[in-house]
């Protein structure tokens, strides 16, 4: 009696260890697979986080003004000095930038008419713009250089202290109206920056039949 007492008791504790047992195995095996879900839920809504996250940027960036000031409301110009002023002249107009040189004075021709030059078979005649502007003069040597300007009709030379080089200026900061700067010829500019570069008009210059003589001289 006492020997089945304590085998139902053995065999009660074993079964006892055995569903304990299978307990503990299934919930580590539930366990598992919670892992696993919470695994691949996390996983998810990480995706689910960069996927919002980017699309929030694009919208940020759909909303964003695009600046097309500098492609589209800007002038390309070539900037150059005269006693030391600034002066630029859009680079449209500029064909080249020659050596001041063999330069020959022709008689009977406006002041501001230094005189004509041959470029490669052409005769140029070169305009000193210190005379349109009012601007001091100095001995003119080699170290000047000429803007070449050209439309379809028309090629003039500008004499230029330095070339500075080209740059661009947006057109909102071109003032039309002009400050009072001496005895300017207003018809020859475009405009003028507040950090007073003189926008030159070459449009004007290369159909003004005054300054561009080089024609009659060839005939």
Do not use: W
Not at 133 to 142: A, G, R, Y
Not at 174 to 191: A, C, H, L, T, W
Request: glycine fraction near 6%; charge should be negative; aromatic fraction near 4%.
């Amino acid at each position: 009696m006492e020997d089945h007492d304590t085998m139902d008791s053995v065999s009660k504790a074993d079964a006892g260890a055995g569903e304990s047992g299978q307990i503990q195995h299934s919930g580590e095996t539930f366990a598992s697979v919670g892992s696993a879900v919470n695994g691949t839920v996390s996983g998810d809504l990480v995706v689910q986080d960069r996927k919002t996250i980017l699309r929030e940027r694009a919208r940020k960036l759909a909303l964003r003004p695009v600046d097309t000031a500098s492609e589209e409301d800007a002038l390309n110009v070539i900037e150059f000095r005269l006693a030391h002023e600034r002066y630029a002249v859009e680079v449209n107009y500029v064909r080249e930038v020659y050596p001041l040189k063999d330069l020959t004075p022709v008689p009977c021709t406006p002041s501001f008419i230094l005189g004509i030059m041959n470029v490669r078979g052409q005769v140029i005649s070169v305009t000193d713009a210190r005379e349109f502007f009012d601007l001091p003069k100095k001995e003119i040597n080699d170290l000047f250089r000429v803007l070449i300007l050209q439309s379809r009709d028309m090629e003039l030379g500008v004499l230029a202290d330095e070339v500075v080089g080209e740059t661009k200026i947006p057109l909102s900061a071109i003032q039309g109206e002009m400050p009072s700067m001496g005895r300017i010829k207003e018809e020859y500019v475009r405009g003028v920056t507040k950090e007073r570069l003189i926008v030159l008009n070459a449009d004007k210059l290369l159909s003004d039949s005054t300054i561009v003589v080089h024609q009659e001289v060839g005939e």
